[in-house]
């Protein structure tokens, strides 16, 4: 683990639990794309950048899940780089409490105030195209986080954030956290047409081909949609259909589990309503939502 993998002449990762981007900007500078998952990753990251000479000028977040913006705080103290989020993921991650308060829909309860969830904050500048090197381009992904961005490089390799999931991921936790299904939709399908030398995703193996791994998620999506379809075949609160669901994918509730695949069925519920296949109403001061199809 954190071990440093050379893909072009210019562009590596640092395998972690979220891989990090590394990309050499000119002699001895480079930068980061996310920063992995807490301070101990930080500290590992310096340690490399320390053995290889490297200077640290930035930390390009993609977006504001903990796992990706943990070693922010240590390396900008540690080194000065300057710290870059794109649009409303700055202010997450400006401001952590806001990621697992967005989550529960509410002031969190302290088992949700954990660093898997809440990261430290730091200070943060909007991420635009007059701030990254020459050559680097950023990729919109929204979807799975509201402003997600991914980042061409000028050697033709495509860091992914957490566009898709591995092919065991997805058999292993059965429902994946996205906060808007439409929107992820339609950037699987954007990702799915992709050509670059090589793709990195931060939670799959990199391949010079990302589109079976991308139609093996939307496919996912729509099998986790039918489901949810199912289940509100009668009336169904979101409670029942939460519950449902985690009797079918084989998942253990918990505070963590609660919030985040909570969120993700909310957004589901949203996009089936908008889509037509949903509906809602409320009964005896209950929200309840019926299948249409």
Not at 47 to 65: C, E, P, V
Not at 97 to 106: A, F
Not at 245 to 255: A, D, I, P, T, W
């Given at each position: 683990?954190?071990?440093?993998?050379?893909?072009s002449?210019?562009c590596?990762?640092?395998?972690?639990?979220a891989?990090?981007?590394?990309?050499r900007?000119?002699g001895?500078?480079?930068?980061?794309?996310?920063?992995?998952n807490?301070?101990?990753?930080?500290?590992?990251?310096?340690?490399l950048?320390?053995?290889?000479?490297?200077?640290?000028?930035?930390?390009?977040?993609?977006h504001s899940h903990a796992?990706?913006?943990?070693?922010?705080?240590h390396?900008?103290r540690?080194?000065?780089c300057?710290?870059?989020?794109?649009?409303?993921?700055?202010d997450?991650?400006?401001h952590?409490?806001?990621?697992?308060s967005y989550?529960?829909?509410?002031?969190?309860p302290?088992?949700?105030?954990?660093?898997?969830?809440?990261a430290?904050?730091?200070?943060v500048?909007?991420?635009?195209?007059?701030?990254?090197?020459?050559?680097?381009?950023a990729?919109p992904?929204?979807?799975?986080s509201f402003?997600?961005?991914?980042?061409?490089?000028?050697?033709d390799v495509?860091?992914?954030?957490?566009?898709l999931s591995?092919?065991?991921?997805?058999?292993?936790y059965?429902?994946?956290?996205i906060?808007?299904?439409?929107?992820?939709?339609?950037?699987?399908e954007?990702v799915e047409?992709?050509?670059?030398a090589?793709f990195?995703?931060?939670?799959?193996?990199?391949t010079?081909?990302?589109?079976?791994?991308?139609?093996r998620n939307?496919?996912k999506?729509?099998?986790i949609?039918?489901?949810?379809?199912?289940?509100?075949a009668?009336?169904?609160?979101f409670?029942?259909?939460l519950?449902?669901?985690?009797?079918?994918?084989?998942l253990?509730?918990n505070?963590?589990?609660?919030?985040?695949v909570g969120?993700?069925?909310?957004?589901?519920?949203?996009?089936?309503k908008?889509?037509?296949?949903?509906?809602s109403?409320?009964?005896?001061?209950?929200?309840?939502f019926r299948?249409l199809?």
């Amino acid at each position: 683990m954190y071990e440093l993998v050379q893909v072009s002449e210019n562009c590596f990762y640092i395998e972690s639990p979220a891989k990090i981007g590394l990309v050499r900007t000119g002699g001895s500078e480079v930068c980061l794309i996310d920063s992995g998952n807490d301070k101990d990753a930080g500290k590992k990251v310096k340690r490399l950048l320390d053995l290889y000479g490297w200077t640290l000028k930035a930390i390009y977040n993609t977006h504001s899940h903990a796992d990706h913006i943990g070693g922010n705080l240590h390396l900008q103290r540690n080194t000065g780089c300057r710290v870059y989020a794109p649009g409303i993921e700055r202010d997450f991650t400006e401001h952590p409490v806001l990621e697992p308060s967005y989550l529960y829909g509410g002031c969190p309860p302290k088992e949700l105030r954990h660093k898997f969830l809440m990261a430290q904050g730091c200070e943060v500048l909007p991420l635009t195209d007059a701030c990254l090197p020459e050559g680097m381009k950023a990729v919109p992904l929204p979807g799975h986080s509201f402003d997600m961005t991914g980042f061409r490089t000028a050697d033709d390799v495509v860091y992914l954030a957490d566009c898709l999931s591995s092919e065991a991921t997805l058999e292993k936790y059965g429902v994946g956290f996205i906060a808007d299904v439409g929107a992820y939709l339609a950037m699987l399908e954007e990702v799915e047409k992709m050509k670059a030398a090589l793709f990195i995703p931060s939670h799959a193996e990199q391949t010079e081909d990302i589109a079976p791994l991308v139609r093996r998620n939307i496919e996912k999506v729509h099998e986790i949609a039918g489901v949810i379809t199912d289940i509100c075949a009668a009336p169904a609160s979101f409670e029942k259909i939460l519950k449902e669901l985690f009797g079918h994918y084989s998942l253990v509730m918990n505070f963590e589990q609660y919030a985040l695949v909570g969120s993700t069925v909310r957004s589901y519920l949203t996009w089936l309503k908008d889509e037509g296949r949903v509906e809602s109403f409320f009964e005896d001061n209950r929200l309840q939502f019926r299948s249409l199809a």
